[in-house]
Every structure is written in structure tokens, then in C-alpha cells.
């Protein structure tokens, strides 16, 4: 990865579905998150098929490698800074340093 994630920036994060519910809603695995998350089902989603979900970086910690990313519409996710697949810097939130 080309730089360190910031606060603010927006994560986008792999993630395989590993449930299709019948209101709409997935469970999904994300590398290095241990829970199950639920997730908007897109059309024609089966198990076992890789999508891309997003959010934006609500706290970052390089010393130990790990980024907590607010998704949209699933709360709050903890990964390790490896398991995000793209990465944009927004100036959505603004940090004071």
C-alpha cells in the first residue's frame, strides 16, 4: 500500500457473502474481522461471492496495523490495515493535528 490510512479516508474492504437472507440481507466475511457482518444484499447475490463494501476510516492505529472503518449501513469494523483493497483520501471529516 502506497501510504498509511488517515481519519476520514474512504476504505473499501473485500468480502465474500457467506448467507443470503430472504429480506434482502447478507452475512458477510471480512479478512481479519472474526464476526460475521450483516449487509444489503446486491441483486442476484449467492454464497461464496466476492463484493466490495465501504466506508470511511473512523480511527487508525499504525503501531499495531489496524484500521476501524464506519461501513454504510453495518456499524463499525475493525481489520488490518493488509485487508483493505483500495483507499481514497476524502476531506469529508476534517482532522486537527
Do not use: C
Not at 437472507?21 to 442476484?44: E, K, Q, W
Not at 499495531?64 to 483520501?89: C, E, H
Request: net charge negative; no cysteine.
Amino acid at each position: 500500500m502506497a501510504r498509511t490510512p488517515r481519519v476520514g479516508d474512504e476504505i473499501t474492504l473485500a468480502a465474500t457473502i457467506l448467507k443470503v437472507m430472504d429480506d434482502g440481507v447478507s452475512s458477510v466475511s471480512i479478512p481479519s474481522y472474526n464476526f460475521p457482518l450483516a449487509i444489503d444484499t446486491p441483486r442476484n447475490a449467492k454464497a461464496g461471492q466476492k463484493v466490495e463494501i465501504s466506508g470511511f476510516a473512523t480511527r487508525v492505529d499504525a503501531e499495531d496495523g489496524k484500521v476501524t472503518v464506519r461501513i454504510d449501513g453495518g456499524g463499525l469494523v475493525t481489520v488490518d490495515i493488509d485487508a483493505i483493497t483500495a483507499m481514497s483520501a476524502t476531506s469529508r471529516v476534517r482532522v486537527r493535528e
